[in-house]
Nanobody, 116 residues
């Protein structure tokens, strides 16, 4: 079992920045996949960005150029730096870790609200 603890969400004005953190209870070195998803009210959960085995990082088109994924192996933590936030980025953001194609774990979610 892997525990994921997210933090860093909050209320920010349009154009502002936030950094989300996802701390894992195990090493994330060489992990199969790890990333962030989000779910806005009334919408399906969607991929924001994730790192797949081999180190390739994939971003949703809607966040390319604004969001950046990074890792700290010493802290077993994945970060999502979000710049240029827009109201449409408002959602609950979830961290997801996959140890294989069949085994995944989710965090509890952190609310991001972009509003003036």
């Amino acid at each position: 079992q892997v525990q994921l603890v997210e933090s860093g969400g909050g209320l920010v004005q349009p154009g502002g920045s936030l950094r989300l953190s996802c701390a894992a209870s195990r090493s994330i070195f060489g992990i199969y996949t790890m990333g962030w998803y989000r779910q806005a009210p009334g919408k399906q959960r969607e991929l924001v960005a994730h790192i797949i085995s081999g180190g390739t990082t994939i971003y949703a088109d809607s966040v390319k150029g604004r969001f950046t994924l990074s890792r700290d192996y010493a802290k077993n933590t994945l970060y999502l730096q979000m710049n240029g936030l827009k109201p449409e980025d408002t959602a609950v953001y979830y961290c997801r870790l996959g140890t294989s194609a069949a085994t995944t774990y989710w965090g509890q979610g952190t609310q991001v609200t972009v509003s003036s």
